[in-house]
């Protein structure tokens, strides 16, 4: 008995020590096909911007800017008062031939940023050559941090380059 009840209060407490900093889950974007899966960090939403607008297709004119958001991005490991986000950027065409790999386009956040600005984070892809127009390309973007590079957003989305 008493083994029981010290099993349950184990289970119980590891459970809630967890709680608090686990996550993991699926978000799709169902308009544009862009898809989120995320361990260990969360997010509210994530969706595709084109045009300084949320994209409702994933349809894209070549010369377009192309930015996936996260926002509602929390979890991150905390020194000294500063969040370590990383982001990964890899472009491939049918074939499954890289034209981008990016390992980390934020580099520039090395020395750490707040929790507050690392709750949206940001990918760009400039469309272009070696880009053609009626060419489907995949599209990943890998949100971590770079504290505990396991806690990842990871985001990929079919692009359908077309013309004018």
């Given at each position: ?7 349950i209060l184990a289970t119980c407490l590891a459970l809630f020590g967890c709680s608090g ?90 020395d750490g940023t707040s929790a507050s600005e690392a709750a949206t984070l940001q990918a ?41």
């Amino acid at each position: 008995m008493i083994i029981k009840q010290f099993f349950i209060l184990a289970t119980c407490l590891a459970l809630f020590g967890c709680s608090g900093s686990f996550s993991k889950g699926v978000k799709k974007d169902l308009s544009t096909g862009l898809t989120a899966t995320y361990n260990g960090l969360t997010l509210s939403e994530i969706y595709l911007v084109v045009d300084e607008q949320k994209a409702n297709s994933n349809k894209i004119v070549l010369g377009k800017k192309v930015i996936v958001v996260a926002n509602g991005v929390d979890y991150f490991t905390v020194e000294n008062g500063k969040v370590f986000p990383g982001c990964s950027i890899v472009l491939t065409d049918k074939k499954g031939k890289e034209l981008l790999n990016l390992p980390d386009a934020f580099g520039h956040l090395n020395d750490g940023t707040s929790a507050s600005e690392a709750a949206t984070l940001q990918a760009e892809l400039n469309t272009g050559e070696p880009m053609l127009v009626d060419e489907k390309y995949l599209l990943k973007v890998r949100f971590y941090d770079k504290r505990n590079k396991e806690n990842e957003i990871k985001a990929d989305i079919t692009l359908l380059v077309v013309g004018l």
